[in-house]
Each structure stands twice: as C-alpha cells, then as structure tokens.
C-alpha cells in the first residue's frame, strides 16, 4: 500500500518545489485471502438476501392475487348490497312519504282531539253560562216570532231558577240582571192573541142575531107577580059540593068575571102597544134598508170582523184597526143599540180595538251582558 504526502500550501511568491517522493509499503500476507473470504461472504449474503427478497417478493404477490380475487368478490357483494341497499332505500322513502302522510293526518286529528277536549273540559260554570245565553237567544226568537213575551219571561224565570241551584256567589251578578230583566218584560203590556181572535169569532157569531132598526124585535113586556093566596078564586061550589050542599054567593063570581076582563085587556093594549114604537134614530137611513140587503149588511160586517181576525193574527194592527172601526161604526149605524145583543157585540168590538195594538219586546240585553262578563272573566 503506498503513501502519498500531499504537498504544504503554496506561498504567496512562486517556490521552487522538489520533486515527490513515492513511499510504498507492503501489506502483511494475511490480509489478501482474509479480503476474499469477506468479499466471498458478502456474495453469498447478498444472494441468501436475494433469494430471500424473491421467496418474499413471490408470497406478496400470491397474496396480492388473493386479496384481489377476495376484493372482486366482496365488489360484486358490494354491488349486490347496493343495489339491495337501493332498493331497501327506496323502499324506505315510500314508506316515509306514507309516514309523513299518516303523520300529517294523525297531527290535525291531534289538534282536533284537543280541540274536542278542550271544548269538552270546559268548567261547569262555563257550559251553565252557554247554556242560559243559548237559552235566552231562542227564547227572544220565539218572542219575535209569536209576540208574546211569555217564552222570555219562562226563559228567564228558568235561569234565575238554574243559578239559584248552582249557587256561585261570582254569578249574583248575573242574576241580578235577570231580575231586572224579567221586571222590564213584565212591565209591557203584550196584546194576548188568542183572547182578541175568541173575542172576534164572539161577535161574528152574534152578527146573525142582532136586531136591526129597520126590523126592530118586539117590545116584551115584564110578566106580572103572581097573585096572592087571598086573591086567587076559589072553584065554585057548585061544582065542587055534592049535591044538596048550601049555593055559592054571588060575589065569587063576578071576582072572577073582574079577573078575567083585566087580564083580556091587558093583552090587548100590550097588542096595541106593539104596533107603535117610538125610538131616537141617529141615522134615518138606516130606517130605509130593505130585507134582502139585511143580509149582505150582516155578511159584509161578518167579512169585516173576520179580516180584522187575520189581521190579528199576522199582527197586523193598523189593518186590523181599520176593520174594527168600520165593523163598530156598522153596529152603531144600523143596528138597535138598545138590545142586550148589540151592545154586548159593540163592547166586544171596543175590547178588540184596544188590546190590538203594536207593542216593541224588551231585549233581555242586561242579563246577556252579565252572560259575557261572567264567561269572559271565569
């Protein structure tokens, strides 16, 4: 092995050099076969090393091919699930949207329910409230509609009676307005219907028999009191006694003859009496009707009472007035006002026109006031 000595660094000026001197040395004999025993060992480490990457390299490749047939398998299991897995999800979102429509449907028959159960556990303060104020309403309907304040007052009494039950110091209020209410309907005078229509049907009734001063009835005279014991005559004794008893005086007899004379007079001057009669007549025409308009005088007075009925009964009264003052001017015209008949049917007619008239029913408006303060504030 040889030696080299480098040579010092050169100077700033330019020195002449020597010439290099080579020193060699000998290596010691060992060493050479020692150098290629360990080349030779390193050869055959790196092919043992070779063979061993080649055994490693061949393995990983069969398992390479293994693995990758395992993944051809599980790719086509994959797909297969996916498209399972598709399926499942659309199937899934079918029975989603089927989902979400019975949900919607089972939410507004939720919000119903409460609604239900709202409206059904109300507290029993309130359903009497709604009770009396729907109670009251038809009841002023029925009081329209009939014009009779009977319905409201039964529908008030009714309340007043409901509450006095339930007893709820809160609702004094209530009826208190109740009582005021009543008060108010009672204190108007409502014409009764019914009465005035029999009171009408009365008088057409009448019409037939009522006397007219053209036909005027005959004059009764007042029958006479009964005579007394003493004065009344006794059968004579002639017919009476047997045979051979004592005469009857004279003086039986010409009573009686007296008797009989008067009474025979009496009934002709009661004739003669009949065959005059002095009367005050308003209306001299009424003396001039004949017999046959007699009657279409009574059946045009008929037709006058019965439309004043029906006007009544329509509630009608202007109408009504109307035909009941025609009807009573008609009676007092031509009719004989002295007769019981006629002035019980002119009574009648006067008791008609003053109970047919328009009358305005009160509202019950403080108690349904009272109704809406007491449901508002429960």
């Given at each position: 092995?040889?030696?080299?000595?480098?040579?010092?660094?050169?100077?700033?000026?330019?020195?002449?050099?020597?010439?290099?001197?080579?020193?060699?040395r000998?290596?010691?004999?060992?060493?050479?076969?020692?150098v290629?025993?360990?080349?030779?060992?390193?050869?055959?480490?790196?092919?043992?090393?070779?063979?061993?990457?080649?055994?490693?390299?061949?393995?990983?490749?069969q398992?390479?091919?293994?693995r990758?047939?395992?993944s051809?398998?599980?790719s086509?299991e994959?797909?297969?699930?996916?498209?399972?897995?598709?399926?499942v999800?659309?199937?899934?979102?079918?029975?989603?949207?089927?989902l979400?429509a019975?949900?919607?449907?089972?939410?507004?028959?939720r919000?119903?329910?409460?609604?239900?159960?709202?409206?059904?556990?109300?507290?029993?303060?309130?359903?009497?409230?709604?009770d009396?104020?729907?109670?009251?309403?038809?009841?002023?309907?029925?009081?329209?509609?009939t014009?009779?304040a009977?319905?409201?007052?039964?529908?008030?009494k009714?309340?007043?009676?409901r509450?006095?039950?339930?007893?709820?110091?809160?609702?004094?209020?209530?009826?208190?307005?109740?009582?005021?209410?009543?008060?108010?309907?009672?204190?108007?005078?409502?014409?009764?219907?019914?009465?005035?229509?029999?009171?009408?049907?009365?008088?057409?009734?009448?019409?037939?028999?009522?006397?007219?001063?053209?036909?005027?009835?005959?004059?009764r005279?007042?029958?006479?009191?009964?005579?007394?014991?003493?004065?009344v005559?006794?059968?004579s004794?002639?017919?009476?006694?047997?045979?051979g008893?004592?005469?009857t005086?004279?003086?039986?007899?010409?009573?009686?003859?007296?008797?009989r004379?008067?009474?025979l007079?009496?009934?002709v001057?009661?004739?003669?009496?009949?065959?005059?009669?002095?009367?005050?007549?308003?209306n001299?025409?009424?003396?001039?009707?004949a017999?046959?308009?007699?009657?279409?005088?009574?059946?045009?007075?008929?037709?006058?009472?019965?439309?004043?009925?029906?006007?009544?009964?329509?509630?009608?009264?202007?109408?009504?007035q109307?035909?009941?003052?025609?009807?009573?001017?008609?009676?007092?015209?031509?009719?004989?006002?002295?007769?019981?008949?006629?002035?019980?049917a002119?009574?009648?007619?006067?008791?008609?026109?003053?109970g047919?008239?328009?009358v305005?029913?009160?509202?019950?408006?403080?108690?349904?006031?009272?109704l809406?303060?007491?449901?508002?504030?429960?």
């Open positions: 092995m040889t030696e080299t000595v480098s040579s010092p660094p050169a100077l700033a000026e330019p020195v002449p050099t020597a010439p290099a001197v080579v020193v060699t000998r290596l010691p004999g060992w060493l050479a076969p020692a290629l025993a360990l080349l030779v060992l390193l050869i055959v480490i790196a092919l043992v090393q070779a063979w061993s990457a080649q055994q490693r390299v061949r393995t990983l490749e398992e390479l091919v293994r990758q047939q395992d051809g398998r599980l086509g994959a797909q297969l699930m996916a498209r399972q897995a598709q399926e999800a659309r199937d899934s979102a079918a029975k989603v949207a089927l979400e019975k949900l919607s449907e089972v939410a507004i028959q919000s119903q329910l409460e609604d239900l159960i709202q409206s059904l556990s109300r507290s029993r303060d309130e359903n009497v409230l709604v009396i104020d729907a109670g009251l309403r038809v009841a002023q309907q029925q009081a329209a509609i014009g009779s009977e319905p409201l007052v039964a529908a008030l009714q309340a007043d009676e509450l006095a039950r339930y007893s709820q110091p809160r609702l004094d209020g209530v009826r208190r307005a109740i009582a005021r209410d009543i008060d108010r309907v009672r204190s108007v005078g409502v014409a009764d219907i019914g009465g005035l229509s029999i009171k009408v049907d009365e008088v057409v009734r009448l019409v037939d028999e009522l006397p007219l001063l053209s036909q005027a009835e005959p004059r005279e007042t029958p006479k009191p009964a005579a007394s014991a003493a004065s005559p006794r059968p004794a002639r017919s009476a006694s047997p045979v008893s004592t005469p005086p004279v003086g039986g007899g010409l009573a009686e003859l007296s008797d004379l008067g009474a007079f009496d009934r001057w009661g004739e003669t009496r009949s065959l005059v009669r002095v009367s005050r007549v308003d001299p025409d009424a003396m001039w009707l017999p046959e308009q007699a009657f279409f005088l009574r059946e045009n007075l008929k037709l006058r009472l019965l439309n004043a009925r029906l006007a009544v009964l329509s509630r009608q009264f202007d109408a009504a109307t035909d009941l003052l025609s009807a009573q001017q008609a009676l007092e015209r031509y009719f004989d006002r002295s007769s019981r008949r006629t002035t019980v002119l009574e009648l007619v006067k008791q008609v026109a003053a047919a008239h328009q305005v029913l009160p509202r019950p408006d403080d108690t349904l006031a009272a809406a303060t007491a449901t508002a504030g429960r």
